[in-house]
């Protein structure tokens, strides 16, 4: 299947997408504090996106082959969890490092984007891991560019993320997004400069480095969802929504309280 190669109506409504999935992590920044669980934090972006932004929470009962339906609207990735973790009872406490994973569904047009959360004040260690795998995502981005590589851009963020002596998790990548949630191509996070897809402009797709503080192996837990590392280690995620162009890139996922890059 070849690449979908996005024309100025869809790169306007994947703006919009982009732009309310971000707001969503805008609105519930200030209420991730101690003593919240994460079902709570589902259940409120939940009410944001339906109510208020008359979006679809893509996550809802999303149901990939081989894989029960997700339950919830969000996911929420807690310390040792990598990614896709089921919001639940679980009750955030001060030191604990959430991802929450939003994407969003609006006129028919996709919007990921995920971010870190510090509950309280974080360890050096976690603020540290935070950090390198927000740095490494935007080494990523920087690298998107029409006649750019697919491989570039895993190579920028494990050559970075691996001189921190962290790891890079395998299984699992950013994806082509657009009128379909988890599309063609899969944007790995490691790499060979110069490897893999040639970038076109038009392309729409995610950045989502998984870094561990640990090593790189993962587990599944029952749930059949949550990723978790398999030594317990740290994981850190963050993600956004890319358009290649000519000239470079444009993040899709942005809005008013988007962290800014901090390279070099
Ligand atoms: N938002 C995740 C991603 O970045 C996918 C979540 S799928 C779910 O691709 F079913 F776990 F919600
Ligand atoms: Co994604
Ligand atoms: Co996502």
């Not at 919009?16 to 669980?37: H, Q, Y």
């Not at 050096?124 to 750019?148: D, H, N, P």
């Amino acid at each position: 299947m070849p690449i979908t190669i996005n024309n100025q109506e869809d790169i306007k409504k994947m703006r919009i997408a982009g732009k309310l999935a971000s707001e969503v992590l805008d609105f519930i920044t200030p209420l991730i504090k101690p003593n919240i669980t994460t079902e709570k934090i589902d259940s409120l972006c939940h009410d944001f996106m339906t109510n208020e932004q008359g979006t679809v929470p893509a996550p809802l009962n999303y149901a990939p082959p081989g894989h029960t339906p997700f339950p919830k609207s969000i996911c929420t990735s807690v310390n040792n969890q990598i990614c896709h973790g089921i919001p639940g009872e679980k009750i955030l406490k001060k030191g604990d490092v959430v991802n929450i994973d939003i994407t969003v569904i609006k006129d028919g047009y996709h919007g990921d984007t995920s971010r870190m959360f510090f509950v309280g004040e974080p360890s050096i260690q976690a603020k540290r891991l935070c950090e390198v795998t927000y740095q490494s995502m935007w080494l990523g981005i920087r690298e998107v560019k029409a006649g750019a590589y697919l491989g570039d851009i895993g190579h920028a963020i494990q050559s970075y993320a691996e001189s921190k002596s962290y790891s890079v998790v395998r299984e699992f990548c950013g994806h082509g997004i657009g009128k379909v949630f988890h599309d063609e191509p899969q944007v790995l996070h490691y790499g060979t400069p110069g490897d893999g897809l040639k970038l076109e402009a038009g392309m729409i797709f995610t950045i989502e480095p998984m870094i561990n503080a640990g090593k790189k192996d993962i587990k599944v837990l029952p749930d059949n969802w949550t990723v978790v590392t398999k030594d317990r280690s740290l994981s850190a995620q963050w993600e956004h929504t890319i358009l290649v162009t000519d000239k470079g890139y444009e993040v899709l996922t942005v809005s008013k309280d988007t962290p800014t890059p901090f390279l070099d």
